[in-house]
Each structure stands twice: as structure tokens, then as C-alpha cells.
């Protein structure tokens, strides 16, 4: 059992690990001051990789390519970066105990950490259907996404059935674009959800017509209003059909289930303040505990522009939270302060030849406008969502740069709109304006 000492501890190995540990490169630190300890295998890297690029079937991207921090253009920092920037990364390592009051980790080996700092960037682990009791969950080629050894599998199984039969269960950011992705493979794919439409907790119903007619377009089937309640396999242990829960069954070569995640926290617990399923966090990404941060998946953070506390499961969020959290580490230690960190919600997804992108909240009353004909071979439309009389929220699928940057500023300025008539017929023009 080996006992080791820094300044700082990161622990994760995800996307706020590796921006935390870029940003500390930048703001300057000591060689040996900071450890990054991960459970994975491989250094810090971009994860919505996994759902995209890495399942191509030509071209696919692989590591070293899309290590942190490229997906923000910055430098791809690969493990031997690590080593030349003076910091200790500690891989395969998975901590099983911490002791906050003491300033200690302790991993499955029994080797001990101990730190003065220690941001928590632990992310989200997916939830599996086997945690819910469904009947043959277990069986070979039920496959999750969420790290690059699930992607592997995921890979090695498209190579195996190939051309075969897959279910996908769910309708949000995974059900869609591994839908897509195993349509790309050439795969036989119907997608399974129990919600009206799919992206609910974004989409209007306007929104998500256009997208379930263009995956049909593609090929994809959708079934929607049941869920995946069995499971049956072959002699040799691999899914062979799906039963739902309305009495159909669907034969399954391969099954990819989507069904959301949660915050990885449990070895938190009882030791510091939580909030709407995270740990409880200042504008500055500090805990209820002393010299200990939580940022991406985990933080349940003050949402500055809507004055509420969210947790947010997204990679740009990932990305922020961390460089505050050590822009703030290192400004308090000189004595300063950085300002509040003031997010805007950002969301994005590329699937077949679509791309959107999402900003603000969307709540109140919605209109739709431009050209969401799923038919036409590049269709380019988007919503504003009002409340109060104000443009809180903006979405565009097909949008330029600029466009997709006019969308940011309308949802952080909230503008007031007249009639929704008149920004219907205004569309991305009104946010032009602004």
C-alpha cells in the first residue's frame, strides 16, 4: 500500500478532468503538485466522440485524435503531456473510499491519496436495465455507451452482427444518434421510447415530428409509448429478441439502451451538502466542505441568468465548470477572486447529415420557423420559446456559424417579441438583429 501526497487531486477521467487539468497547466503549477486519478484506462478525452465519429464505418476517429482539449480547439493533451506539464496521471486507479474531513482517498488496491485540494469531476455513469430487475438484461450484446471500453463494444458487436438487426431503447441524446449510427453500419434498426416523441425534455412535439420522419426517411423504425420489459437469448448467451411491454416482441442481433445516467456522488455521501441529485456547489464550483470543488455531471450549481440552482449533463457545461472551478482555486490562493461563473445552456447533437444547436431554456409558449420539411435535402428551421413576453430559448437545426451565434445572444439577452406571429415570420432574421 502506497501513500501519496499533492497539492491538488482531480478525480475523474473525463472531460471536466482533462479542461481542470489544463487549465492548472495554464494558470502554472509545481511538478508533482497535481494528480489526476482516473478509472480508465486512457487519458482525458472528448466523449461525445463515442456516440459519433468513433462509430463510423469509414474513417472512424480514434484515440490519440480526440483527447482533451481538442472538441474546445485547444491543445490535444496526450498522456505524455501530462508528464511534460509536471503533472501526475494516475490511471486504471479506482478510488473506493474518500474521507473528506481527513483529506483522503483510498483505492481498490489500498493505495493512499492525500490532498490539500481536491475537485471532484467523477461525471455520470449510465443507468442499466439490470438495475431495474428487467428479465434477461444480463444477456450478451446489450451494450451502454458512456466510456471508450463501452465504444469498443459497441464497435466489435457492429463488426460481428453485421448487417444484422438492432434495438435501440430510448429517445434522447443516445437513442438517437446511435440509431443513426447503426443505420450508417447498415443495420435493421427500430427505436424503442415510452414518451409521446422523442427528445422530450428538449423537443416540442413540432420539433421532434421533423426528426422521427426523417430517421424514418433513413430507415430507422420507431415505436413509441412502451418499453423494452424482456429480454431472450440464444444457447449461447446473446440477445436474440426484445419484449415490450405492449405485447410485441422485435428480433435483436443487438441491443444499445439509452435510458439516462446519474451522477457518480455515492462516495460523497453523508459528508457533503447535495441538491436535485448533485453535490451542492457555489458560482465558484466550491462545495459545502472546504478546499473541495465539484464541476461537470455532478455540480448542482447557482444558474446565474435564471436565479435557481440545475445540474446540467452536458460536455460544454463540463468544460466551463472546470476551468472556473481552477480559475477560482488559483485566484483565491493570490489573494483574488474571479468573477461568478454566469452559464448560458448549450446543446448539440450531429446525427446523418443534421446538425442543431440549443441555447437557453425552453420554457413558456413556442414557435416554429422556416423550412422543416424532413424530405428536402437540407432543411433548415428552428424555435424561440417566449415566457413573459421575452425570447428565452433558441434552436436551430441547419444553421450557420453565425446563425447558431445570433441564437446564443437572443437567449442570453432575452429580447422582448412583439407577437408570436410576427417572430414566427421573422425567424432567425430576429435573432440577427439582436
Same mark, same amino acid.
Given at each position: ?11 475523474? &477521467? ?156 430510448? &429517445? ?68 436474440? @429478441? ?31 451538502? @447535495? ?59 493570490? &489573494? ?45 428551421? &428552428? ?13 436551430? @437545426? ?37
Amino acid at each position: 500500500m502506497a501513500e501519496k501526497s499533492f497539492k491538488y487531486i482531480i478525480l475523474g &477521467g473525463g472531460v471536466s478532468a482533462g479542461y481542470a487539468a489544463k487549465e492548472f497547466a495554464n494558470q502554472g503549477i509545481k511538478p508533482g503538485e497535481l494528480a489526476v486519478i482516473s478509472k480508465e484506462a486512457v487519458a482525458p478525452y472528448e466523449r461525445p466522440a463515442l456516440s459519433k465519429g468513433y462509430l463510423f464505418p469509414q474513417g472512424a476517429a480514434r484515440l490519440p485524435g480526440f483527447h482533451c482539449c481538442v472538441g474546445s480547439g485547444g491543445e490535444k493533451l496526450l498522456p505524455e503531456s501530462y508528464k511534460q506539464k509536471g503533472i501526475e496521471l494516475i490511471l486504471s486507479t479506482e478510488i473506493v473510499k474518500a474521507d473528506l474531513a481527513a483529506k483522503t482517498l483510498v483505492s481498490a488496491a489500498g493505495d493512499v491519496f492525500k490532498y490539500e485540494t481536491l475537485i471532484i469531476a467523477t461525471g455520470s455513469t449510465v443507468l442499466r436495465l439490470t438495475d431495474f430487475g428487467v428479465k434477461g438484461a444480463d444477456s450478451k450484446n446489450i451494450l451502454y455507451l458512456r466510456e471508450i471500453d463501452d465504444a469498443d463494444k459497441v464497435v466489435e458487436a457492429i463488426k460481428a452482427k453485421k448487417g444484422g438487426k438492432a434495438v435501440v431503447v430510448g &429517445g434522447g441524446y443516445i437513442g438517437l444518434e446511435l440509431s443513426a449510427a447503426l443505420r450508417i453500419n447498415d443495420f435493421d434498426v427500430t427505436m424503442v421510447f415510452p414518451e409521446p416523441w422523442c427528445m422530450p425534455r428538449l423537443f416540442t412535439a413540432d420539433i421532434a415530428a421533423f426528426y422521427e420522419t426523417y430517421y424514418t426517411n433513413k430507415g430507422v423504425k420507431i415505436i413509441k409509448g412502451t418499453v423494452a420489459s424482456g429480454f431472450t437469448a440464444h444457447p449461447n448467451g446473446e440477445v436474440n @429478441e426484445v419484449q415490450l411491454k405492449d405485447g410485441r416482441s422485435l428480433e435483436a442481433d443487438i441491443v444499445i439502451v439509452g435510458v439516462g445516467a446519474k451522477p457518480l456522488t455515492s462516495l460523497f455521501k453523508g459528508q457533503v451538502e @447535495e441538491d436535485k441529485g448533485g453535490i451542492k456547489t457555489d458560482a465558484f464550483f466550491k462545495t459545502s466542505v472546504p478546499d473541495v470543488y465539484a464541476v461537470g455531471d455532478v455540480a448542482t450549481f447557482p444558474l446565474k441568468m435564471y436565479g435557481d440552482m440545475r445540474r446540467v449533463e452536458h460536455v460544454d457545461h463540463s468544460r466551463k465548470s472546470a476551468e472556473q472551478a481552477v480559475k477560482a482555486i488559483k485566484a483565491a490562493e493570490a &489573494g483574488g477572486a474571479v468573477e461568478e461563473y454566469d452559464y448560458l445552456p448549450f446543446f448539440y447533437s450531429r446525427s446523418f447529415d443534421l446538425s442543431w444547436q440549443f441555447y437557453g431554456d425552453n420554457v413558456g409558449d413556442s414557435v416554429l420557423f422556416g423550412d422543416s420539411n424532413p424530405s428536402n435535402p437540407k432543411p433548415r428551421f &428552428g424555435t424561440y420559446w417566449i415566457q413573459d413576453g421575452k425570447v428565452v430559448g433558441a434552436f436551430m @437545426e441547419g444553421g450557420s456559424g453565425d446563425e447558431n451565434k445570433a441564437l446564443a445572444k437572443v437567449a442570453k439577452a432575452r429580447p422582448v417579441a412583439e407577437s408570436l406571429d410576427d417572430l414566427t415570420k421573422q425567424g432567425i432574421s430576429f435573432a440577427a438583429k439582436i
